[in-house]
């Protein structure tokens, strides 16, 4: 069975950064691409980034140059870099991989 953990959310700044992980366990991390989600409530959940296996990224326009995904084989884990934090990226970010999802992790950018 896919599992995946989602850490790293909290509260942060305007301007500020934070750093998620997603550790992944039941499949072949290195074979799979993953991708990060975020949700606000009464809106659909949208597409922030993905990387495939073999690390291509994709990122959506709101985020470009602002965030950046990453992977670990060796750690199982895909990671999203967030910096230049604004109000608007708060949201409960998912981490998705071969169709299973995490639980989330809640991002509040505010002062």
């Known amino acids: 069975q896919v599992q995946l953990v989602e850490s790293g959310g909290g509260l942060v700044q305007p301007g500020g950064s934070l750093r998620l992980s997603c550790l992944v366990s039941?499949?072949?991390?290195?074979?799979?691409?993953s991708a990060w989600y975020r949700q606000v409530p009464g809106k659909e959940r949208e597409l922030v980034a993905a990387?495939?296996?073999?690390?291509?990224?994709n990122y959506a326009d709101f985020v470009k140059g602002r965030f950046a995904i990453s992977r670990d084989n060796a750690k199982n884990t895909v990671y999203l870099q967030m910096s230049s934090l604004k109000p608007d990226d708060t949201a409960v970010y998912y981490c998705?991989?071969?169709?299973?999802w995490g639980q989330g992790t809640q991002v509040t950018v505010s002062s």
């Open positions: 990387i495939t296996h073999d690390g291509i990224t």
């Open positions: 039941g499949t072949i991390f290195s074979l799979v691409g």
């Open positions: 998705e991989v071969v169709g299973y």
